[in-house]
Structures are given as C-alpha cells and as structure tokens.
C-alpha cells in the first residue's frame, strides 16, 4: 500500500467513517473506519464499493463546454471562457430583471464549504434568497417542526442513544435498506437488549419490520391520526410525564382536548390497524426509560409533512423523552449533508447559523460579516417553486449543481418543460449522464468524493472531515473553486481564498454566538479529533442537546402543538383508484449517477418494477412479471408487475431511482407524482400520487 486516507462516506446522512486505501498504481480500495463513531467499522453495500465510482472516470465530463443554441453541439471552452460567458450573461439578466431572475438549485451532497460560497453569493452579493437545493425534497419538513417544537433545527440526540434505548419507534422509513449501518446498530441493540422494543410504522413489510416487535402497517396519509391515537392512549393510561409538561413545555390542554376527539378505536380504524396494536404502542412506550423515534421521507414528503412531523415529537414532549440518555426525536436524512447545508443557511428561506431571514438584525450581521449587498428579505422560490417560475417566465437563468432534477422532482415532465423555456441554464456535474445536460448552455466540470477535500454534518449533527486524495480527471475542479472563479468574474469580493480551509473557518466563525455555535474548529481540530458534535464549546462537543431543558424557544418551553388529522394529499377518483408511494431500494442511491456505475449494486435488483397487491393485480388480469403501465393525468411508466401482499391493497409502489434510459422515460417515478406542497415546508407529496394500472399490451 502506499498511502491510507481518513475521509467520509458521500451517500446518506448516517455519515460512515471510510479509510481509502491507495496503492502503488493508484487503484483505490475502501473499509470502514474503525475509529469513527458512527459506523466503527461497519459499511453497507454501497459504502464497500464507493471506490469504484471514483475509479471509473469513464462518464466523467472533463472539459467545460459551451453552446450558443440548444440544438448545437457542446463545444471545449476554456474556465475562463465559460466563466465569463456565465457572468456576462447573469449580470445582463440582474440588470435588465433584477436579481430574483437567477437562481442557484444545489445539493445535500454538496461539502459545506461549496454549500457556503455559493449562498454567500447569491445572498450576500447578487441580492437574492434564490437558492434552493434538493434537501428541500428531503427534509424542509422536519426542519420546520423542529423549529416550531423547539425553537430550533437541531436534532436533539446522538447515534449512541440507540444503544441505551428501551423503546424504538420507526415512522415512515425502511432503515434496514436506506440507512443500513444504523439499522445494524439497532439490531446489534436489540441482540445484546431483547427487552427493546421496536415498532414499525410503514403501509409496507419491508426489511426493517424483520427486526420489529410490532409493525404497525397503516393506510398512506393516517400518520397524524395514528400519533393522536398514540397520545391519547399515553394520556389515559396515566403514562405521560406532568411535571415535564408542566415545567418544559406550552400547548398541553389543547393538545390533550384534540386528542380526545377521536377513540382508539375509531383511529384504528382510519389507520387500518387494530386497536389493541395502538395500545400496545402505548405501553412500549410508556414503560420505556429510554424512548427514541426515527423518521424519514414517508412523514418528510407530505402535503401536512410538518404536521407529521409535530405530531410525533409531541409523543415525546408528553412523556419528557428529550434531552436524556436513549431518548429523542431523530429525523434520519437521505443526503450526506442536508445538516451543514443547513448550518450555513443554504436553503431559500435560511441565514447562515439557523439565523432568520425575517429577522432585520439578523440580515444586518450577515451583511455587516460578508460586506456584500444589502439581503434581501423576500424568501427566495424553494426547488418546485423553481422549476413553476421558469414556466411564467420570471426566471431566467438557473445554474443547477450536483443534482440530477430531472429524475428527482415531482411531476418531472413538467420540470423539464420549464427548463426548456429557461433562457440560460448553467450546469455544474461529475457525470455525462445526466438529463440536465441537454438544456446546458454552459457545462462545467466538477471534482467527485476523493478529488476534494471539506466538511460534512451528518444527522447527529456530527461534522467529519473528507480528505482530498486523488486528482480530478481532465480540468474538473472543486465545487467550491468554481463558484469562487465565477463570483471574481462577477466583480465580487471576498471570494479569493487561497484553500479550503479558509472557507470553512469563515463559515465557523459566522457561527459565533449563535445556538450551533462551531467558531473555535477548524480543520486541524477536525483531522485530530475525527469529528465532532455542533455546538462545539471551549474544545467540547455537544452529543446531546437539552439535557439542561432549556429549549430553543423565547420561554425555553417546548411547543405541543395542535391541529387537525385530515390527509390533504390528491383525491382518489373512479379512474385514479390506487395510491402511489415511492422510495428507495437497498443498494441503489438517488438516481443511480454513482451507485449505477458499479455493476456489484445491480446483482440485488437490477430494474425498475411495480409492488401491486395480488388482489389489485387479479382484478386488472395482470399476474407476475408481467409488464404493466401506470399512469395519470401526468404521465405514464411501464415497467414489470411484482406482486407481493407485503403492500396494503390499494396501495402501489415504485422506486425513485431510475431516469431515462436510451431515450426511454417509462421507468421515472416521478412522470407520475404530484406538485402538493407542505404550505409551511414546501416539501412535495412524493408518498400519495393517484393512479391507474394496466397490463400493458403490445399495440
Ligand atoms: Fe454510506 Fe450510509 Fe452506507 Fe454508511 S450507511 S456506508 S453513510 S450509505
């Protein structure tokens, strides 16, 4: 071997430690890092093959590339010419349409240090909140509940709970296949702790149920009916925790009013459960010491996605199990680095440090710190309002990075409609491959994993540094480097820096006397220390939060907050009779620009399918392995029928991550679903889209 390097995993927000291993011919191979916290020495599939999706560089783009009209071949261009095309073009649309005419649409794969120039940019010297990164599709939803709960996005507690948990409650998430290593931590958990008890709350039998004292399998949408139910069965069996709600939180009465509305046994009911497994629940619940749940997309991508979420950090407000050991609310994340995009305020609607863009004092540090323009205090479009502002015209230019939209967004036909209509689309990649690239006006080539170095925040709020430790093919370069190059061409200042390391202490230092204060870290403390817990104080991280009750809020109460249970999603019709919810399989991850290049990931499941109820198949004559179509007013997919009464009937299912292959679009997910918006989050209803299904006969 000639060199070993410490760095991190780039898939999901668990955040493995990874040590990559080069030899004297430069091939690279991966383990888990014994020493990370997180993962001590464990990886998942996609994980233990990460190395060969840096080694094939054979789809890599290498040059940028320009074109003068759509239907023209990209032509080499030098940085410099692409650059400056780029700012020519973006100064010419901010002067004739304002700044709000331009928008940036990045990524939670993108290292917090990318993720802060480029806010910093749009925010700080271009004068708009325009910015908006696929985290919106992800976890806007828990995001809001948190802060509305307790008065800040912070997760409250660490991965080590798991281990000190007696009750574990899985709401909407399969962690077995999409957050393996964590899930290895559980069952390792309930190996050594039989007495654990954990519940799964899914309308699927997935992996994760194998490990499960209980599933509960719940009709698509009934997830806020279920929490209430949940509540109110804690309540009357007398195991809520009064003196906690009394001292550390407000909203109690009118929450326990709202609860009591429905019975057990009517919300059973709407949930498709029995009665006697919500009380159950209860009980798992109320005798636990250590009570934690785990969440992701099927609360996240809703239509009430944060009146999920609420509704289920409320069940550990009313018991107290926040703030102590084996206890919290724990929203997972689907991207690497959703949490430090956030820390930055790389979100439409965010600050830098979690400060508020409403807030005029709060404009004014960052303004004072950056020494920009003016910020404005107009929320900028979030990912879908984006793609909708390119059909009426007032969007002009869009530079997208790191993320494939055209597989990814709901409704994706009509996405790709408005980047049609966009006058002048920049975008930033690894790959060749991307749909994306045919509406390029500008192509600029980007450094991947390993041919960088920077910061990452996993979903325990730890931050891990990633080594830089192959060069990039052609003239790719960092993410970072390029938004820099392009905000000097732009004529701005304070985008000169000479390393990486300057941004990322720019970055900590705006933290300063914020509530995710990280001023004194830097990356020597980083590469010494191996990661750390935000806030980090005089050299101290901070694994878990509120364990001195104080919360984020005016009062240092938490909020219970109350509200009605209806689903909003789309109505089912005559002709649209079946729901369509969407995920992830085991070894794939988002659209497959990566995890698609290694040909190990393929041999779990290797195309795209339909989940159908046997029931639901045998009334559309369609039997195993058959091709069938799926189809709405929105598009169609077809693809082969898998049929398995591990679904609830009426209920189908597709998974996310297939584009368009050779031309082909009949196996994209998201020809199919829905444009709803959470009205707080603006996260998309991804879980609830209505269809039909046919058996697909040849014309
Ligand atoms: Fe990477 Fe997530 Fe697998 Fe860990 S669990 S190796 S972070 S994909």
């Given at each position: 071997m000639q060199a070993s390097f410490k760095t991190t995993c780039c898939?999901?927000?668990?955040?493995c430690g990874i040590v990559v291993h080069k030899d004297r011919q430069g091939k690279l191979h991966v383990e888990g890092?014994?020493?990370?916290?997180?993962n001590k020495g464990m990886l998942c599939s996609k994980g233990m093959n990460l190395h060969y999706t840096v080694m094939d560089t054979s789809d890599r783009l290498l040059y940028p590339e320009m074109r003068y009209h759509r239907n023209l071949p990209r032509q080499r261009v030098t940085w410099d010419q692409a650059l400056e095309r780029t700012a020519a073009v973006f100064a010419s649309i901010i002067k004739k349409h304002?700044?709000?005419a331009v928008a940036f649409y990045a990524s939670g794969q993108c290292l917090t240090e990318e993720y802060y120039v480029v806010n910093k940019l749009i925010k700080?010297?271009?004068?708009?909140?325009?910015i908006d990164t696929n985290s919106r599709l992800c976890m806007s939803s828990a995001v809001a509940a948190y802060k509305l709960a307790?008065?800040?996005?912070?997760?409250?507690?660490?991965?080590?709970d798991i281990e000190l948990a007696d009750c574990i409650f899985v709401a909407g998430a399969n962690p077995a296949w999409c957050h393996p290593i964590l899930w290895r931590r559980v069952e390792a958990a309930k190996a050594a702790n039989p007495a654990l008890k954990i519940i799964v709350s899914d309308p699927r039998v997935t992996q994760?149920?194998?490990?499960?004292?209980?599933?509960?399998?719940?009709?698509?949408?009934?997830d806020i009916v279920l929490h209430h139910a949940i509540g109110r069965a804690l309540i009357t069996a007398g195991h809520t925790s009064s003196s906690f709600i009394k001292e550390h939180t407000n909203g109690f009465d009118k929450y326990k009013d709202t609860v009591m509305e429905r019975t057990v046994e009517e919300a059973a009911a709407i949930c498709g459960i029995s009665a006697e497994d919500i009380y159950t629940t209860a009980d798992y619940i109320g005798n636990a010491t250590g009570f934690m749940t785990f969440w992701t997309?099927?609360?996240?991508?809703?239509?009430?996605g944060v009146n999920k979420n609420l509704s289920l950090i409320n069940l550990h407000l009313i018991t107290g199990h926040?703030?102590?050991?084996?206890s919290g609310p724990f929203s997972l994340t689907g991207q690497p680095n959703a949490m430090g995009g956030r820390e930055v305020g790389g979100l439409s609607n965010l600050l830098p440090?979690?400060?508020?863009?409403?807030?005029p004092q709060h404009r004014k540090e960052v303004q004072e710190f950056w020494g920009g323009t003016e910020l404005s205090d107009k929320p900028g479009l979030t990912a879908t309002e984006m793609f909708r502002a390119m059909h009426d015209g007032s969007l002009k230019a869009i530079w997208i990075m790191c993320?494939?939209?055209?597989?990814?967004?709901?409704d994706v036909r009509f996405a790709e409609a408005g980047l049609l209509k966009t006058k002048f689309v920049v975008v930033q990649e690894?790959?060749?491959?991307?749909?994306?690239l045919r509406f390029a006006d500008v192509i600029l080539p980007a450094a991947a994993w390993t041919e960088k170095e920077g910061t990452m925040t996993n979903a325990e709020r730890r931050i891990s540094y990633l080594s830089k430790l192959t060069d990039a093919p052609g003239e790719a370069l960092p993410d970072a480097e390029i938004i820099c190059r392009f905000a000097q061409k732009m004529?701005?200042?304070?985008?000169?820096?000479?390393?990486m390391s300057e941004i990322y202490e720019e970055h900590c230092r705006l933290t300063?006397?914020?509530?995710?204060?990280?001023?004194?870290?830097n990356y020597q403390t980083l590469q010494e220390q191996r990661s750390v817990q935000w806030p980090y104080h005089s050299g101290k991280s901070t694994p878990r939060l509120f364990e001195d009750r104080q919360f984020f809020t005016a009062d240092g109460k938490a909020v219970i907050h109350s509200f009605e249970d209806a689903n909003k999603s789309e109505q089912l019709s005559k002709d649209l009779p079946l729901i369509l919810t969407t995920g992830r399989i085991r070894d794939q991850w988002h659209t497959?620009?990566?995890?698609?290049?290694?040909?190990?990931?393929?041999?779990?499941?290797?195309s795209a399918y339909l989940e159908i109820h046997p029931e639901d198949a045998r009334q559309r004559g369609i039997q195993a392995d058959d091709i069938v179509t799926i189809h709405n007013g929105r598009g169609q997919v077809r693809v082969k029928a898998q049929l398995s009464d591990t679904i609830k009937k009426g209920v189908v299912f597709l998974p996310?991550?297939?584009?368009?292959i050779l031309n082909n679009d009949?196996?994209?997910?998201?020809?199919?679903?829905?444009?709803?918006?959470?009205?707080?989050?603006?996260?998309?209803?991804?879980k609830y889209s209505a269809v039909q299904v046919q058996r697909y006969r040849k014309p």
């Open positions: 898939y999901c927000g668990v955040g890092d014994k020493t990370h916290p997180v304002g700044p709000d700080g010297f271009i004068g708009s909140n325009n307790l008065g800040e996005d912070a997760v409250p507690g660490t991965y080590d994760s149920c194998a490990t499960a004292d209980l599933h509960l399998q719940v009709n698509p949408g009934t997309m099927g609360l996240n991508q809703s239509v009430v926040i703030g102590k050991p084996g440090a979690h400060r508020v863009l409403s807030n993320t494939n939209p055209l597989v990814s967004l709901p690894i790959s060749n491959k991307p749909e994306t004529g701005y200042h304070g985008f000169d820096y000479t390393n300063a006397g914020t509530n995710i204060d990280i001023s004194g870290l497959m620009s990566k995890t698609g290049k290694v040909s190990k990931l393929k041999q779990h499941i290797s996310m991550h297939w584009g368009k009949l196996h994209r997910a998201n020809n199919l679903t829905n444009t709803l918006l959470d009205p707080i989050s603006k996260q998309p209803d991804f």
